[in-house]
């Protein structure tokens, strides 16, 4: 996530969709959900469900954080407090990130094989990809 | 078109590899999957009832705090399966809401009251055992998202089964009356937690197509064999008695023979006319009327310190 830059030109982040981290979450609703946006009291804003936030947990020194599920909460403190609670009962964790899942961008599904095409051909970014003789040492 | 995903889907399935939330699915297996994931998340929420009911009365503070740990556990449980299920678009208020109003099911065994604290015991050993045996091979289930829950959640199952395991021990080491009451939990949970795996292969009509689609590993049956078999050795080691005459060990099968659960009140409790279905409904529902001015307050709290926010920002 904020690890790495992004390189990809801006034709094919055009091209990426919501979010499937965000998530994970299926564009599809289910057919009995209520529509997005809709409230058990419409108008209300303080009837609204709490929004869906991403939990990353970095579970020890040295590593990443990694996705570990999501949850509710009514904002972003709340969300870490309730990740806290939540994916970090057994000390699984020394850092996490909460995010709103709607704020997500992911690559699409549809489109994986022609969206991971470019990296798909160039077997001589691989180290394999280069015969050494067998006396060469260290390399 | 829809046929190529058809084929894709079946490809992915064949060998062994996960679904994902976003990729192409028939509309049977996300239905079949929000239902499943719901119903065990449905259960593991109403499950803390039974539990919940001794937290007050535990002996020691150290088993009170054991106790808090478990019903805290299986809240969290919950948590992570509805958390899966709206990777498939479900809605979380819209499940919670199928649950209070009886329209989504739960497991049969939180049907059954809890009337002594020898009971938390024996939910430990035989309730959370049988459920190890259901969800271990779960966590290899074709949807990727329920399967990752369920690693998380057998992760902490262990204890749950352990600490029960191990009251029953400290019980079964005290007074006549003490001993009498673990024997008693046990005959009354015995059976209960044998229909927890479902009914007979022979009267499951899901269980083919769910196997087809890994989603099952294993037939009902199947499971029931393997939990009595491992539980046969420490019913053994605890000093009780499981009350069926016809248990007994079968060399040739190299399994234990045993009697069949009441299948006519398996069918009972799952509709609605167990000891408890009533109360347990009634107590989710109240808990959660009750706790509506919490998650409105939260939300008139964040829309609040939102505006504020933006004004700082536009003040500076």
Known sequence: ?139 | MSQALEQHFDDTIAHDQRIEPRDWMPDAYRATMIRQIAQHAHSEIIGMQPEGNWLTRAPSLRRKAILLAKVQDEAGHGLYLYSATETLGADRTDLTNRLIEGRQKYSSIFNYPTLTFADVGVIGWLVDGAAICNQVPLCRSSYGPYARAMIRICKEESFHQRQGYELLLTMMRGTPAQRDMVQDATDRWWWPSLMMFGPPDTDSPNTAQSMAWRIKRHTNDELRQRFVDMTVPQAQALGVTLPDPQLRWNAERGHHDFGQPDWAEFKRVIGGEGPCNTQRIAQRRRAHDEGAWVREAAVAYATKQAARDLDNGAAT
């Open chain 1, 1 to 139: 996530m904020t690890e790495h830059g992004d390189e990809r030109s801006r034709e094919e982040r055009s091209r990426r969709e919501r979010s499937e981290l965000a998530s994970e979450r299926s564009e599809r609703p289910v057919a009995s959900a209520p529509p997005a946006g809709a409230h058990e009291s419409t108008g209300a804003a303080i009837k609204q469900n709490w929004p869906l936030f991403e939990v990353f947990v970095r579970s020890k020194r040295g590593l990443n954080h990694v996705h570990v599920g999501s949850l509710h909460a009514a904002d972003a403190d709340m969300a870490l407090h309730h990740a806290r609670d939540l994916y970090t009962r057994r000390n699984e964790g020394v850092s996490i990130w909460v995010v709103r899942s709607d704020a997500i961008t992911a690559s699409s599904p549809d489109e994986k094989d022609p969206f991971f095409a470019p990296s798909g051909d160039k077997v001589y970014r691989h180290p394999t990809f280069y015969e050494i003789p067998d006396g060469v040492p260290h390399i």
